[in-house]
């Protein structure tokens, strides 16, 4: 028997209330990305160069004295992407994959920022390993260079003791100035190390961050946040903590899952209060908080990526404290060159950079380790061993391992 007209009415509003209910619980966490605006703003940029990356692993070397819009593919790039240089670089939205064909440490790194002498501005890039593949989110070895890392999404991050110290983020070779407002990161082995290694760090600005472990089983890592360097030191820099979240393992405690963990023979060791983690003595603006937040990831799947629209700066956003380059004739600024062709997808094309700034060469995925730089398992590998053998620090080991590394 057919309803009246007012409950036939009813019904439907009521249908409709269900269908919105259900679209609103599917995507509640973008909603809430999208709206809050980001504390930094990209830096000032003076007739940038425009150059748009294709597929595979690429090396870019940028002239120190220029600006620089990089461009990531409309589909997702599967390879390790190296800036080496430039002034003041904005990489805005895109996606980064690290496959398990990846045969060395440059292939193994999302982005990896080297000798820049101004500002990067990384927002809106989801990078993630591949089922079976190993690497880092984003790695940094520019001492003169701000990096702000903002509304980054960096998941499934797998590495192990044994294989390779995988990290969401590692300055290993220094940074002027570490920025990151809204970051979700997962990975099975470590978080956040920022341990000062081959470079100094001069500070460390941490918001809006939840960062978690993947499910196991596991070598070794289970550290989220690593502050100091080495085990046995209190060596830090300054560093702020705000609305920063780790959820530790199964069977860790939020005191175990940071370092100087609490507990710690260090004068620096940390301490816990209503629920957070904090390090007064090494005067650590802050703490962290265990568990997740209260609304979900701050950068949820989908916000960060392909997509990726920019939330805006807050009123009180800051630009980097920075003099901008001089305008030159040519393109105006905010304006850009011709972008560079993108390879076709599962292109894999080999050169070199000598001599060129400003070239973007893909590698094939068997290209030998810079040599510069040694492969990156060796010496994690033993300076976290150092540390699960309750933490007896043999300096000069570390020493010889640390730059064979890194030489």
Same mark, same amino acid.
């Given at each position: 028997m057919p309803f009246p007209l007012s409950n036939r009415r009813l019904r439907q509003r009521a249908l409709a209330a269900?269908?919105?209910?259900?679209?609103? =619980?599917?995507?509640?966490? =973008?909603?809430? *990305?999208?709206?809050? @605006?980001?504390?930094? &703003?990209?830096? @000032?940029? !003076?007739?940038?160069?425009?150059?748009?990356? %294709?597929? %595979?692993?690429?090396?870019?070397?940028?002239?120190? &004295?220029?600006?620089?819009?990089?461009k990531l593919p409309s589909y997702q790039k599967v390879g390790g992407t190296e800036i080496e240089g430039g002034h003041n670089v904005v990489i805005k939205g895109g996606s980064? *994959?690290?496959?398990p064909t990846a045969a060395n440490d440059p292939e193994r790194r999302g982005i990896y920022i080297k000798n820049n002498e101004g500002t990067v501005h990384i927002e809106g890039v989801q990078i993630e390993d591949q089922p079976g593949a190993i690497g880092d989110g984003i790695d940094i070895s520019a001492p003169d260079s701000t990096v702000q890392v903002e509304n980054v999404r960096i998941v499934n991050i797998n590495g192990g003791l044994s294989t390779f110290h995988a990290d969401v983020i590692q300055p290993w070779g220094g940074v002027k100035d570490l920025r990151v407002d809204g970051l979700t990161g997962t990975s099975n082995y470590q978080g956040l190390f920022l341990a000062q290694d081959l470079g100094p760090i001069g500070s460390v600005e941490l918001q809006r961050i939840n960062l978690s472990p993947t499910p196991g089983p596991y070598d070794g890592g289970g550290h989220m946040l690593w502050i100091t360097s080495g085990v046995s030191s209190c060596a830090s820099y300054p560093l702020s903590l705000s609305n920063v979240y780790i959820q530790p393992r199964v069977g860790r405690s939020l005191g175990t899952s940071v370092w100087p963990q609490l507990g710690s023979s260090l004068a620096c060791t940390g301490s816990t209060a209503g629920g957070e983690m904090s390090w007064s003595a090494l005067g650590v603006n802050g703490g962290v908080s265990e568990g997740t937040p209260l609304s979900g990831d701050f950068v949820p799947d989908r916000v960060a990526g392909l997509s990726y629209a &920019?939330? %805006?700066? %807050?009123?009180? =956003? !800051? *630009?980097?404290?920075? &003099?901008?380059? *001089?305008?030159t004739a040519g393109t105006p600024v905010g304006g850009a060159s011709a972008p560079a062709a993108a390879p076709p997808p599962n292109a894999a094309l080999s050169g070199s950079t000598a001599g060129c700034a400003g070239c973007t060469l893909p590698r094939a995925a068997t290209a030998s380790p810079a040599p510069h730089k040694a492969s990156k398992t060796p010496r994690r590998k033993a300076h976290h061993k150092k540390h699960h053998k309750r933490h007896r620090h043999k300096k000069k080991r570390r020493r010889t391992r640390h730059h064979r590394k890194h030489r």
């Open positions: 269900l269908l919105g209910l259900a679209l609103l =619980a599917l995507a509640p966490a =973008a909603a809430r *990305a999208d709206v809050q @605006p980001l504390r930094w &703003s990209p830096p @000032p940029l !003076v007739n940038p160069t425009t150059i748009q990356l %294709g597929q %595979g692993v690429t090396h870019t070397v940028l002239d120190p &004295s220029k600006d620089y819009i990089i980064i *994959a690290i496959p &920019s939330p %805006g700066y %807050g009123s009180g =956003a !800051v *630009a980097p404290p920075e &003099s901008p380059l *001089a305008p």
